[in-house]
């Protein structure tokens, strides 16, 4: 089925997958299931039914519970795992340490202990040396590693990748959380399902993401051990992540997964990155800096010309002093798009 674009939007851009609007089929299963009146908080059939579909996708051994936010889906998927003196491991690249304004820390009281990668990703030599500190009560305790799938570097865990991650983590009694705000991306370009590439790769906690791929307001947080979900209905209400019209946030899930549009969004997204990254990587001002793998562009621009090129597409600087930006793609991104921008892109570097 062919994905329907709008370019009637007044701003175009690349800035964000959260950026774009949302799916008409999402839009149009909410307004079926609004007439009427259902009990509140989940206890309804929709509700039910959106996470017997996830059970379905990720296994009868999944136990997905239904929030509004991806920063929500992360703190309490965590939350729900450590005390305050434990530490998270993750990249330094993360969600949870740069774009989550501490929300982890305060909400769990826990450190991070950010990693350096060059791509994104983590590998389990990268960790080995903070594995210390075990049963000494001067040092935060290692409970968590966590992924970001696909990461924020645009690159994507191989299931053999995240399996390694796994065994270490579990090898020292860690757990193996996934920030999957993308992992629909990451499903594409796996050819995997959502089962293969999490809990029978050895995740332990995923935070499941709809709103960067044409949801509104509909995320999850999946445990894969039972023994994790038991205080949890407690904790997500008293971090105000318990939704009192919560058949909303269900409809969203079951038109995620009716028809797979959750991959004919996502396949859209990855192959305009795919064009994108053709368009500009035969231009000779511009880098490409990272592996193009799922719906996000990394590219050194002269700084002159990135000011000018925000004003024709939006998207955000990655790193000021070097000049990189980013260049996100969404499920209603179309050639147009890709077109226009790489036109106006020559045009404005011819003139420097």
Avoid at 89 to 97: G, Q
Avoid at 180 to 190: E, K, P, Q
Avoid at 254 to 283: C, H, T
Avoid at 317 to 323: F, M, S, V, Y
Wanted: glycine content about 8%.
């Amino acid at each position: 089925m062919k994905v329907e674009h709008d370019r009637s939007g007044t701003l175009r851009g690349f800035a964000s997958d959260n950026n774009s609007g949302i799916s008409p089929e999402v839009l149009n299963k909410i307004k079926k299931l609004n007439p009427g009146h259902v009990v509140g908080y989940g206890d309804d059939e929709y509700t039910e039914k959106a996470v017997e579909i996830l059970k379905d996708n990720f296994g009868s051994g999944s136990f997905p519970y239904l929030v509004f936010t991806g920063t929500g889906a992360n703190v309490l998927g965590i939350a729900a795992a450590l005390k305050p003196f434990h530490s998270v491991i993750c990249a330094e690249t993360s969600h949870i340490y740069v774009d989550e304004c501490g929300a982890v820390e305060r909400f769990t009281g826990c450190k991070l202990v950010p990693v350096e990668t060059p791509d994104g990703k983590l590998v389990p030599e990268m960790l080995k040396k903070y594995m210390v500190g075990f049963n000494f009560e001067h040092h935060s305790q290692p409970r968590i590693i966590s992924i970001s799938q696909a990461s924020e570097m645009g690159t994507v865990y191989t299931i053999d990748e995240i399996k390694d991650l796994a065994d270490f983590a579990h090898s020292y009694g860690l757990l193996l959380h996934m920030d999957g705000a993308r992992l629909s991306n990451a499903a594409v370009t796996l050819k995997r399902s959502f089962k293969e590439i999490t809990s029978d790769a050895g995740v332990d906690i995923l935070s499941f993401g709809g709103t960067k791929n044409g949801l509104m307001a509909a995320e999850s947080v999946i445990f894969f051990e039972e023994a994790l979900t038991g205080e949890f209905k407690y904790i997500r209400k008293q971090a105000m992540q318990l939704s009192s019209k919560m058949r909303f946030i269900a409809a969203q899930f079951i038109a995620f997964f009716e028809n797979e549009l959750w991959k004919r969004n996502a396949q859209n997204a990855n192959l305009m990155a795919q064009k994108l990254y053709a368009a500009v990587k035969v231009i000779p001002e511009i880098k490409v800096t990272q592996k193009v793998e799922a719906n996000g562009v990394f590219a050194i621009v002269p700084k002159p010309a990135i000011p000018l090129l925000q004003k024709v597409f939006f998207f955000y600087p990655w790193n000021a002093d070097t000049g990189e930006v980013r260049w996100m793609t969404s499920f209603d991104t179309c050639e147009e798009d890709i077109a226009e921008f790489t036109e106006r892109t020559k045009e404005i570097l011819s003139g420097l």
